[in-house]
């Protein structure tokens, strides 16, 4: 763990910072497809992300949800963190969408970490800052793209995180993300694929234009 914290994390964190999350820190590692945190649910820690890619869904009564945003290697979520600093259920579903291995941060060293260290302060903040940048964005492409737009914007985005021009998610979880229904999803796929953007395929979505 070491290694991999001083990769990610030296330039933003205080070597005796690093020392302590090596101490009380603990790694998990889950498959593609696993739920990290659960509506409803108290967080209990603070995940920093060392590999893979997680998404961040909001669910509405319906049961509904919608994609806010995917957290990449060296990343945390500021919507747990918030949880975390007010002792509060968590009100968004986190899911991996590669095989990942996270660290999590016992939620009382958090405060302590703020007072006490510059660097953790300064990650803190820019995280908070990301996550509202992309929370922006999410709204704006709901109210000013039509859907085939935000389409090809989620395609490019799942591809830039996983690394893979090959998306193996179903019509229906593609439509659950996008929160739309699955034949207005199938619709379009396959007029991006007469428009020779994407290349349809039994088992997968292979992406052209990336």
């Not at 820190?25 to 590999?51: H, W």
């Not at 021009?165 to 207005?184: C, F, G, M, P, W």
């Amino acid at each position: 763990m070491t290694q991999e914290l001083l990769e990610i994390f030296e330039v933003q964190f205080e070597k005796p910072l690093i020392e302590e999350i090596i101490e009380v820190g603990k790694i998990i590692e889950v498959s593609a497809g696993d739920t990290i945190m659960e509506i409803g649910n108290y967080v209990r820690a603070m995940p920093l992300l060392l590999e893979g890619a997680v998404k961040v869904l909001r669910e509405d009564e319906e049961g509904d949800e919608l994609l806010l945003y995917y957290l990449e290697q060296g990343e945390t979520c500021s919507m747990s963190m918030a949880c975390c600093m007010g002792a509060t259920k968590s009100e968004i579903r986190a899911i991996a969408e590669t095989d990942a291995k996270i660290l999590m941060v016992p939620v009382h060293k958090m405060q302590e970490w703020m007072a006490k260290y510059k660097g953790w302060r300064n990650y803190i903040f820019e995280s908070y800052h990301s996550r509202l940048n992309e929370l922006l964005h999410t709204v704006d492409t709901i109210a000013f793209k039509n859907l085939d737009q935000r389409l090809m914007e989620y395609l490019k985005k799942k591809c830039q995180v996983t690394n893979d021009s090959n998306i193996r998610s179903t019509h229906q979880e593609i439509a659950y993300d996008l929160h739309t229904s699955r034949v207005v999803i199938s619709r379009l796929l396959k007029k991006l694929e007469k428009m020779k953007i994407l290349k349809l395929h039994r088992s997968h979505i292979h992406l052209l234009d990336v």
